[in-house]
């Protein structure tokens, strides 16, 4: 158990809907990633957020946005869902030293129909 | 151009025999970090082992050693005395420089035959 959660687990959705995904990092992490992994474009990063500041952003649609909040969980927002954001999606986090790993969550699966 | 390239999208091994996957990456910053993680078929990303660029010694962790050869730029992924658990999908991914960010490969599916 890497000490991430993610909710929910699965996510069975219909093209422009919205749905929100939830992390919550490791006890004391202060960094939060998200990425999508689809069987096309493998890993990808889409943001990162650093003791509720954006640190970095990656390939995010603008339909996408995220929040860290003041308890250090943070939610990814999808909206106007097309097909092709059926993915796999990932919340890590690590303490924010240089060395450390990033420790994965279990994922979101996302399925657009 | 990619930073890290997996070349083998497939590998199989025999249990209790040892494989290598390979690795290389790409960048011109001094100061990097590389990163093993494995996917099981159930989904999750699980860190094995990281290396350094300044370091001197290779990285080990129990049956997962990293071969890193820093001229060549590679990290190639070593595990020993394959057990049948190991099937799963193998990523590589960097660190480069001040960012925090992992770039990852594009995998490897290691299959462990009894």
């Known amino acids: 158990d890497s000490g991430v959660t993610q909710t929910p687990k699965h996510l069975i959705t219909a093209t422009g809907q919205r749905v929100t995904l939830r992390c919550s990092p490791r006890s004391g992490d202060l960094s939060v990633y998200w990425y999508q992994q689809s069987l096309d474009q493998g890993l990808q990063f889409l943001i990162q957020?650093?003791?509720?500041?954006?640190?970095a952003k990656g390939n995010i649609l603008e339909r996408f946005s995220a929040q860290q909040f003041p308890d250090l969980h943070s939610e990814l927002n999808l909206s106007s869902l097309e097909l092709g954001d059926s993915a796999l999606y990932f919340c890590?986090?690590?303490?924010?030293?240089?060395?450390?790993?990033?420790?994965f969550g279990n994922g979101t699966r996302l399925t657009v129909t | 151009a990619q930073k890290i390239t997996q070349t083998q999208p497939g590998m199989f091994v025999q249990e209790k025999e040892a494989v290598t996957l390979d690795c290389t990456y790409d960048?011109?910053?001094?100061?990097?970090?590389l990163f093993w993680y494995k996917q099981p078929s159930s989904g999750e990303m699980i860190f094995l082992i990281y290396q350094g660029s300044y370091d001197q010694q290779n990285a080990t962790e129990g049956r997962y050693s990293l071969n890193f050869q820093k001229a060549r730029k590679s990290a190639n992924l070593v595990i020993s005395a394959s057990q049948l658990g190991d099937s799963a999908m193998y990523f590589c991914?960097?660190?480069?420089?001040?960012?925090?960010?992992?770039?990852f490969g594009e995998g490897t599916q290691l299959t462990v035959n009894p």
């Open positions: 991914a960097m660190r480069e420089g001040s960012g925090s960010r992992l770039t």
């Open positions: 960048t011109s910053d001094p100061s990097y970090g």
């Open positions: 957020y650093y003791n509720g500041e954006e640190r």
């Open positions: 890590a986090s690590r303490p924010g030293t240089d060395n450390s790993p990033l420790h």
